[in-house]
């Protein structure tokens, strides 16, 4: 069973606009969410992350939003460009004991010239 | 930034070989590192985690006799894939714990393993 689901499973944005994604969670043991970017080969980079007590959270042009009522939060891809090409995945974290990340299916990102 | 480093990066083995996967977080100590496999445009899957000194916890439906691992200090867990076969064949990519933070995880750039 996906703890947590992940949409759209691709994206095609042109350079400079928005990108975004969502996903959704069952789990309320979670207590982090982060977000992370992967190249072909690589493996994943931490982006950025948020806890549930927040409801947005920017970093240069990314930004999280989290809703935590309907159990929601969304990555936002602000101005995007080509070098922004990458799979993305949203993961949850699941508060005490071991602290596992559940990882989203991904959103294969393209940003087109 | 913390590194954690994997090797090999590639690997490719006759089926019914063992393979051996090494990962070390270089400039800081993993209490807890965690073993993940990733398929083709799929998502990562956990298989296991591992903590320094104690034996691993195996995620259900991960054959803890197929994938042992060992966690034998604080920069170092490794991973083996015995008698591999071409099922085996995948992206194997681990990620640490940094002893003492909230909970970050830094993950290895991936291991490529192929079973002929």
């Known amino acids: 069973q996906q703890q947590v689901k992940q949409s759209p499973q691709s994206l095609i944005v042109q350079k400079g606009g928005i990108s975004i994604i969502n996903c959704a969670y069952e789990?309320?043991?979670?207590?982090?969410f982060p977000w992370y970017q992967q190249f072909p080969g690589k493996g994943p980079a931490l982006l950025i992350a948020?806890?549930?007590?927040?409801s947005e959270k920017k970093e240069g042009r990314f930004t999280i939003s989290f809703n935590k009522s309907a159990k929601q939060f969304s990555l936002h891809i602000m101005d995007s460009q080509p070098g922004d090409s990458a799979t993305y995945f949203c993961?949850?974290?699941?508060?005490?004991?071991?602290?596992?990340?559940?990882f989203g299916t991904g959103t294969k990102l393209q940003v087109i010239p | 930034g913390a590194v954690v480093s994997q090797h090999p990066s590639r690997v490719i083995c006759k089926s019914g070989t063992s393979v051996k996967i090494e990962c070390r977080s270089l400039?800081?100590?993993?209490?807890?590192m965690f073993w993940y496999r990733q398929f083709p445009k799929q998502s990562l899957m956990l298989m296991a985690t591992?903590?320094?000194?104690?034996?691993?916890?195996?995620e259900q439906g991960v054959e803890k006799d197929k994938f042992l691992i060992n966690h034998a200090s604080l920069t170092l867990s490794t991973l083996t894939v015995t008698s591999a076969h071409p099922e085996d064949s995948s992206f194997y990519i681990c990620?640490?714990?940094?002893?003492?933070?909230?909970?970050?995880?830094?993950f290895g750039e991936g291991s490529r393993l192929t079973v002929l």
């Open positions: 990620s640490a714990r940094r002893k003492g933070q909230g909970g970050e995880l830094f």
């Open positions: 789990n309320t043991a979670f207590d982090y």
């Open positions: 948020i806890r549930p007590d927040v």
């Open positions: 993961a949850a974290r699941r508060s005490g004991g071991y602290q596992k990340v559940t």
């Open positions: 400039d800081f100590q993993a209490t807890t």
């Open positions: 591992s903590n320094e000194g104690s034996k691993a916890t195996y």
